[in-house]
């Protein structure tokens, strides 16, 4: 026997979080399943022996998302200053005002005086495109809005930026080659290609990748950790009725019936789906033979083959530490949120990533990349003072990974010492450069790697932040004008979210498209009354 709801939720990441928190604040009856022991995803905050840490994203993007869906929702959230620094080697500069983008360029000119000339050309394209980042992110979001209740702001704000943004959107589309190469078009140093470029996700648009320096001042961080998030959401959610169901992995989705069944045998109905999850996964459990449209079988049919072969984008591998060393410390060389290189030498000189070769060919590649890459560095302390322990601190170190590597690792029988490789050398790295005294001050470590990611989340190749931008065709909604449709599929009553469904993707995007596909299943269900 199945029970029914109105609407099914799969995944319990943000965007299947901010889906079922409208849908259950419109007093529909909702289920949301999610495969993990918690909700979340890769937003998430946990506790060890004292330490908290971030287990997912270090700091939440408003982006004109996120503070207007708190207001709607009336969710009561605290936020803290999260002050982004940036370090090259000896040298940290603070990211926290408009002035930022002018340190930064200081801080290019130092290490690259030979190439003033390009360094102040790329700047100038980087204010460029920052504004017309602006431009497209500078107001609250509308679909988070009353009409009837905001019409002297949509009259006063919303028009006005209506007619800005058809200005700047041809503008931007022209800036969508790949942000190395679009660096490489004022420089021909491969080095300083590197500092601006590669702590980007492979292919990542210029447009999307060189607007960061003011995407970081729109960066805030929860009291408590980013989890205190997930927690107001899940506390809306079952306080409007909805209904949680963790540790229910989904193992077939049955469209011709609208029925779902979990891992135990269960089965839920649903009069409308909403596919969270790992879009992969959706494809691969649908029982799609046993929808009668031939046309409609035809279209999913074409989507699955779409999706056949297509890369989800960098992962992520993160080392966790506690250490005996005071906040005051690390204030004295940085803030919360750090980006730190520690050899201007760039990455790229590391040379390609081994794919199929032998054990210590792998190794020193690895030595020689974890010396050479950028490394975002969050410290909970140093944002809010009840983090960690007393006189202690607590350290999350991550840096962009390759998930096919490391599964070749795993493969080759050597994964626990890979780990134990990388966390000695990052250790190694830091405490030679920004933070001396580190190594010998560790008082807990632990580490993740893109098959914990992938474990964890469920996501594809443990992707952090959806499909990769070397997939050609991308399979994605990739305009902003045309994110209203992201949300559908071909499959009845089935819509998706989440960062597999638009691209450039992030939390954002994630809370933009759980609104959006709960407002489509909000319509349906009006209709079908």
Request: aromatic share 10%; proline share 5%.
């Amino acid at each position: 026997m199945s029970k029914a709801y109105d609407a099914v939720v799969v995944g319990g990441g943000m965007a299947g979080l901010t889906a079922a928190a409208y849908l259950s604040r419109a007093g529909k009856s909702v289920l949301l399943c999610e495969q993990a022991e918690k909700c979340g995803g890769l937003v998430n905050t946990f506790e060890r022996d004292g330490f908290i840490y971030d287990g997912g994203i270090r700091a939440l993007e408003n982006s004109g998302v996120l503070f207007p869906m708190l207001r709607q929702l009336g969710i009561d959230l605290e936020f803290l200053p999260n002050v982004i620094s940036m370090g090259l080697e000896d040298r940290v500069i603070r990211l926290d005002s408009e002035r930022g983008v002018d340190a930064y360029q200081d801080l290019l000119l130092h290490f690259y005086p030979e190439n003033r000339t390009e360094i102040e050309q790329i700047m100038q394209q980087i204010r460029t495109i920052m504004h017309y980042m602006d431009v497209q992110y500078g107001i609250d979001n509308p679909i988070f809005l009353d009409m009837k209740a905001n019409q002297e702001y949509m009259l006063r704000v919303i028009v006005p930026w209506v007619f800005k943004y058809a200005v700047i959107a041809p503008k931007i589309s022209k800036i969508s080659a790949p942000a190395e190469q679009f660096v490489k078009r004022y420089t021909a140093n491969q080095s300083l290609v590197d500092i601006i470029a590669q702590h980007f996700f492979k292919e990542t648009p210029a447009f999307f990748a060189l607007s960061y320096l003011k995407l970081f001042l729109d960066y805030h961080y929860p009291r408590g950790g980013t989890g205190t998030f997930v927690t107001k959401l899940v506390d809306l959610i079952i306080a409007n009725r909805g209904e949680i169901r963790t540790n229910t992995a989904i193992v077939a989705v049955d469209a011709a019936n609208q029925t779902i069944t979990d891992a135990q045998g269960s089965n839920f109905a649903y009069r409308r789906l909403i596919w969270a999850a790992d879009q992969q996964a959706l494809y691969r459990l649908l029982k799609a033979e046993t929808i009668p449209d031939a046309g409609v079988r035809e279209r999913i049919a074409n989507r699955k083959a779409l999706l056949a072969g297509k890369a989800g984008n960098d992962s992520v591998y993160t080392l966790f530490l506690g250490v005996n060393l005071p906040p005051a410390y690390f204030a004295e060389k940085c803030t919360g949120h750090f980006f730190y290189t520690a050899d201007r030498t760039g990455q790229s000189s590391a040379g390609p990533i081994p794919y199929g070769q032998d054990r210590q060919t792998v190794e020193t590649w690895l030595e020689k990349f974890l010396g050479l890459t950028t490394y975002e560095i969050s410290i909970p302390v140093l944002r809010d003072e009840r983090m960690a322990p007393p006189g202690k601190t607590g350290l999350i170190i991550s840096f962009l990974f390759d998930y096919k590597l490391v599964k070749m690792i795993e493969e080759q029988g050597w994964y626990d010492d890979f780990k134990r490789l990388c966390d000695q050398t990052i250790l190694r790295v830091l405490d030679r450069s920004v933070f001396p005294g580190l190594q010998a001050s560790v008082v807990q470590a632990f580490s993740s790697t893109p098959l914990t990611m992938q474990k964890l989340s469920g996501n594809h190749e443990g992707a952090i932040t959806g499909w990769s931008f070397t997939n050609q065709p991308m399979p994605a909604e990739n305009r902003l004008p045309k994110i209203m449709n992201a949300v559908q599929t071909p499959i009845p009553a089935v819509y998706q979210a989440g960062q597999w469904t638009y691209s450039p993707s992030g939390l954002p995007v994630s809370l933009l498209t759980g609104k959006i596909a709960a407002d489509q299943v909000l319509k349906d269900l009006k209709k079908i009354k």
